[in-house]
């Protein structure tokens, strides 16, 4: 697949696609007819590879790790859909942006979906291969509508059975209900289940295959709460013999080659390199020292941090350490802050407790230090100076002078706050990487992990404790952490609320900068309790900013110019 997208540019010049439903003022009329393009299984191809590539917009999945900015575990440092700054602060309306562009590129991805629905069907090739396509393409229009409930809530619901190219000027459906469109998109999946292959051949990796259709399926249901039928799906991903299994080194997930390994189910495919530029943006979650110089728009939050355990599981706290941490601010910058030269270039003097910093930090859960670049630790950043390698320090200082071409990684804006190592390049990943928008890493839609924690959520919601305790523990081991219920009471979870907390903090931890935790809160009534009046503050505790959440962020509004051109469409509440 990472082959055949590089065809996808020519593709989209020969699809009649619409760039939002409602959006008709762009409809390409100047495109080739579609009747003129569906001609063999080379145009089903590319049709297909068309499909994929909505998934590469921002507003899609390309790069979905900063909704991590709209809940507890993530700072977001930008505008729009680089920091989500408005809409975490409360300060967004219904004519904001980036509610209108996440829309109509969703929408953008139902139309191709159903363009090749409709087409395949006149292709030159087995009725078997084009029951195949159309599995395919529904598996994709499931993806992307269960996106836009997720967000909007009911949405109207358009099928291959409208046609763009005749229907264009009339395109007013009132909003379907939530049920509806859940319903449309649970019968999508059935479809895919049933006629999706379990693997592709090495040229076709990546693309949509039964387990991930089960993987979804699974997860919808227990978005929606049916714990009995998410059960069902998210149990034959783990037994239907689909060579599914935890990568044993969790860092590598998130470099080449790690990134393709027996855990990732379902992936947006990225491309690095001068001439094959095609990949994930990594300019919003890279720092300064990273290549090409980023803008880290997403930080992690203290709070995300703070959740990761000691190795034998116990739970952290600063206060342990050094007393009053938690309340005094000047304790804070004692342990944090060194002291630069006269000239602001190198470290003259490192916090007094530098080794007690590094030493707890080596006893914390490994995958922190995988994710969350860490102060003073021996296990620099790999950075990209002035085009060379640099092994990059991370050092806080009252104005911090660090700068990338001493050696140093910085926040680019200046805040002394933790930094992501997870999905950032490492030097110039051996010339994978050409430019900061085109990282070759894949981005992850659902993970083996995923689906093992999702499996143990439902258990533990039908008083499975002891299954649901047995799958959370796997993911445990590979991280390298002791086992819930293996002796000290600290570890010790035998009640259905204790496992659902263990499940909080273990989705957390294992997803962070994966864009899950918005939803995981919302769907587990904690998003406003979580995130509303959230002090979002650098390592000394210095506020940033502060959250703000309503009932009325349960759901996006619907976009005001969709409204304007569509008067069918009601508006969320309180919008």
Not at 58 to 82: A, H, K, M, P, Q
Request: proline share 4%; net charge negative.
């Amino acid at each position: 697949m990472k082959k055949s997208i590089k065809y996808i540019s020519s593709v989209l010049t020969s699809l009649v696609l619409l760039s939002g439903c409602y959006d008709l003022d762009q409809y390409p009329a100047d495109k080739v007819n579609s009747g003129s393009f569906w001609q063999d299984e080379a145009d089903a191809q590319e049709g297909m590879m068309g499909v994929y590539a909505a998934m590469k917009k921002d507003e899609v999945f390309s790069i979905y790790y900063t909704r991590d900015c709209l809940s507890d575990i993530g700072i977001g440092l930008n505008w729009g859909l680089y920091g989500f700054i408005e809409v975490a602060q409360g300060q967004s309306n219904s004519t904001t942006g980036l509610y209108k562009s996440v829309w109509q590129r969703l929408y953008d991805g139902i139309a191709r979906a159903n363009t090749l629905i409709t087409n395949v069907p006149s292709v030159d090739m087995s009725d078997d291969l084009k029951t195949q396509y159309q599995a395919e393409a529904r598996f994709m229009r499931a993806l992307y509508y269960n996106e836009l409930l997720n967000l909007y809530g009911g949405v109207p619901l358009y099928d291959e059975t409208t046609s763009i190219e005749k229907e264009y000027d009339n395109m007013y459906k009132t909003r379907n209900t939530e049920a509806e469109v859940l319903d449309f998109i649970l019968k999508d999946l059935e479809n895919a289940c049933t006629y999706l292959p379990k693997t592709w051949d090495g040229g076709n990796k990546g693309r949509a295959t039964k387990g991930a259709a089960y993987a979804l399926k699974g997860k919808i249901l227990l978005y929606a709460k049916q714990y009995a039928e998410a059960t069902k799906a998210l149990e034959e991903v783990r037994n239907g013999g689909y060579g599914y299994a935890l990568n044993p080194d969790y860092a590598e997930l998130f470099k080449p080659g790690g990134d393709e390994s027996s855990e990732m189910i379902f992936a947006v495919q990225n491309l690095g390199g001068a001439s094959t530029a095609y990949g994930m943006p990594v300019h919003y979650i890279a720092n300064r020292a990273s290549y090409g110089g980023c803008i880290n728009c997403l930080v992690p939050s203290v709070e995300l941090v703070d959740m990761y355990e000691y190795k034998d599981g116990r739970p952290f706290d600063w206060d342990e350490l050094f007393p009053g941490f938690s309340t005094n601010k000047s304790i804070k910058e004692k342990v944090f802050y060194s002291t630069f030269d006269e000239k602001g270039q190198y470290v003259a003097a490192y916090p007094e407790n530098v080794d007690k910093l590094r030493k707890m930090y080596s006893e914390r859960d490994p995958r922190m230090e995988s994710t969350i670049i860490l102060p003073y630790t021996e296990n620099l950043y790999k950075g990209w100076v002035n085009n060379a390698k640099k092994d990059c320090e991370m050092v806080l200082a009252p104005s911090n002078p660090a700068n990338e071409t001493y050696g140093y990684c910085r926040n680019a804006f200046g805040h002394n706050t933790y930094l992501y190592r997870k999905f950032t390049p490492e030097y110039d990943m051996d010339g994978l990487i050409a430019d900061r928008f085109h990282s070759p890493v894949n981005f992850p839609i659902i993970r083996y992990a995923d689906v093992l924690l999702m499996l143990a959520e439902c258990y533990n919601e039908t008083s499975n404790l002891s299954g649901a305790v047995e799958l959370i523990n796997q993911v445990r081991e590979r991280a390298g952490i002791a086992l819930l219920n293996s002796g000290p009471a600290y570890l010790s979870v035998t009640t259905k609320d204790l496992v659902f907390e263990r499940i909080q903090k273990e989705r957390a931890v294992e997803f962070a900068a994966e864009g899950l935790r918005f939803y995981d809160l919302k769907r587990w009534g904690l998003y406003i309790s979580k995130t509303n009046g959230q002090k979002q503050t650098d390592l000394v505790g210095s506020v940033l900013s502060t959250k703000v959440t309503e009932q009325k962020n349960m759901y996006w509004p619907i976009p005001q110019e969709e409204r304007d051109m569509n008067p069918n469409l009601t508006q969320n509440a309180s919008w």
